[in-house]
């Protein structure tokens, strides 16, 4: 049995992927398996991966379903007890695992850790803003601003996914930021200070270009979050305040764009999750 599964979902991203493929196989750890799903490619997907596929488990889904379905059917078709990782357009530098699963190895008790990255913005280099800084350990409260874990630089045990369940796939966006509140809520999430990933991004393909008023999906998480029992007080009153953070601003823009049913739906949701918690 491999140490790690390498999970790539893809869709429509042949020469990338391909590199994506080619920066796992550089790998200076070898103990690994790669697993990519090919979320209904109708490019050239299927030919150009074709080199790989000795060295690849390769899964070919017949149509669309979104990246959260594509990385679930990844993580049920693994067998590794540590899962990373790896979007397609992302691409990793040779000691990206090794360096992770030493650190590890030297500090029993990990559960998920994650690299710094570099991010290429439309072929430049660009430096993060101090909001997108990551933090390490305790990373919940942060983390409900907006999402710090990159999927591409973490690993984490599958004893956790089997805990905290895997992406929601009801969510068309934000699906990570959900699933990270999930587990940072119970674990600590180790930042090894290396940039051990190159993050490209800029393109209309990407989810978060693909959809505006990207917070209505992370209200939809906190919302099942704060519901689900898990939270401590202390958390369930960070995560509320958050939730009435998001929902203003949401919710005064529907109303500045005439959409008045669903901005007050919005601006009134902080207040009704309250008071159904009363009871």
Request: aromatic content about 8%; proline content about 3%; hydrophobic content about 35%.
């Amino acid at each position: 049995m491999p140490e790690v599964s390498v999970i790539i979902p893809t869709y429509n991203r042949s020469q990338k992927v391909a590199r994506a493929v080619q920066s796992v196989l550089d790998q200076s750890f070898r103990d690994l398996e790669i697993i990519v799903v090919d979320d209904g490619s109708t490019d050239d997907t299927y030919q150009n991966l074709d080199r790989f596929r000795s060295s690849i488990k390769y899964i070919r889904e017949l149509n669309n379903r979104g990246v959260s379905a594509a990385r679930n059917r990844g993580i049920k078709s693994s067998c590794a007890p540590w899962i990373a990782f790896l979007d397609s357009d992302d691409y990793w530098l040779k000691d990206k695992l090794q360096v992770q699963m030493e650190f590890v190895y030297r500090n029993p008790g990990t559960m998920a850790c994650q690299t710094d990255e570099i991010w290429i913005r439309r072929g430049r280099r660009v430096n993060p803003k101090r909001r997108h800084r990551k933090p390490s350990g305790d990373i919940f409260r942060q983390s409900l601003k907006l999402c710090l874990v990159s999927p591409s630089s973490v690993i984490t045990g599958r004893s956790v996914i089997d805990e905290v369940g895997l992406f929601d796939e009801t969510l068309q966006a934000a699906e990570d930021y959900d699933l990270w509140l999930r587990i940072s809520c119970r674990y600590p999430v180790y930042l090894i200070d290396r940039a051990l990933i190159v993050k490209e991004g800029g393109h209309a393909d990407q989810l978060s270009q693909r959809f505006a008023g990207m917070d209505r999906f992370r209200v939809r998480a906190i919302v099942n979050l704060i519901n689900s029992g898990i939270l401590s007080s202390d958390q369930t009153e960070a995560a509320l305040e958050e939730l009435s953070i998001k929902c203003k601003i949401f919710g005064n823009g529907c109303i500045k764009r005439g959409r008045w049913e669903e901005g007050h739906f919005y601006l009134s949701l902080p207040e009704r999750i309250k008071e159904k918690r009363k009871y």
